[in-house]
T-cell receptor, first 115, second 111 residues
Framework: GAVVSQHPSRVICKSGTSVKIECRSLDFQATTMFWYRQFPKQSLMLMATSNEGSKATYEQGVEKDKFLINHASLTLSTLTVTSAHPEDSSFYIC???????????FGQGTRLTVV | KNQVEQSPQSLIILEGKNCTLQCNYTVSPFSNLRWYKQDTGRGPVSLTIMTFSENTKSNGRYTATLDADTKQSSLHITASQLSDSASYICVVSATGNQFYFGTGTSLTVIP
């Protein structure tokens, strides 16, 4: 099956710094990538949808200047958490789609801890 | 409003026993429904995917059912194992690549 690789799996950063998370589709071209955030014991919450070569579409309440998303190629999307604060500590997950309806392959997730 | 509700919220069963998880949805227009297993600290892994015309689909010890008329789905786990302990998430997609997530059922299998 299709494989989505997310890196890093865990990251600890100091408050005020920026962190970049990568999401790669290893064996297929992802026309669309999704970024989610998941707080403990809660469901996945969609943050933004990105299509290759165009600007990401952010969900209501998600600050686009704080969570920078780049989808520069069909196999790579990045999420940069800028000026991270402790409340940004969460589990971030990406998923990728080739375009087939309802298709989503998930990455392994990134545990971000801001201290 | 497009919603996905799962029940129970949590479940504890003995190893070897069967269990059934429920998913009710109001998503429209419906494209498909997936069940995912999410281990703690990991991304979700797809178990089954069902389209409008499919009533049941199996993947090993996992069997999913779908009633598109009543907009209900279930995931039945047979002969549970300790490794089945995880969160099970029902995801319904609408046309246009819109995904709606249930809040998940936390399953704990005890020896």
């Amino acid at each position: 099956g299709a494989v989505v690789s997310q890196h890093p799996s865990r990251v600890i950063c100091k408050s005020g710094t920026s962190v970049k998370i990568e999401c790669r589709s290893l064996d297929f071209q992802a026309t669309t990538m999704f970024w989610y955030r998941q707080f403990p014991k809660q469901s996945l919450m969609l943050m933004a949808t990105s299509n290759e070569g165009s600007k990401a579409t952010y969900e209501q309440g998600v600050e686009k200047d704080k969570f920078l998303i780049n989808h520069a190629s069909l196999t790579l999307s990045t999420l940069t958490v800028t000026s991270a604060h402790p409340e940004d500590s969460s589990f971030y997950i990406c998923s990728a789609s080739q375009g087939a309806p309802g298709e989503a392959f998930f990455g392994q997730g990134t545990r971000l801890t801001v201290v | 409003k497009n919603q996905v509700e799962q029940s129970p919220q949590s479940l504890i069963i003995l190893e070897g026993k069967n269990c059934t998880l429920q998913c009710n949805y109001t998503v429209s227009p419906f494209s498909n429904l997936r069940w995912y297993k999410q281990d703690t600290g990991r991304g979700p892994v797809s178990l089954t995917i069902m389209t409008f015309s499919e009533n049941t689909k199996s993947n090993g010890r996992y069997t999913a059912t779908l009633d598109a008329d009543t907009k209900q789905s279930s995931l039945h786990i047979t002969a549970s194992q300790l490794s089945d302990s995880a969160s099970y998430i029902c995801v319904v997609s609408a046309t246009g690549n819109q995904f709606y997530f249930g809040t998940g059922t936390s399953l704990t299998v005890i020896p």
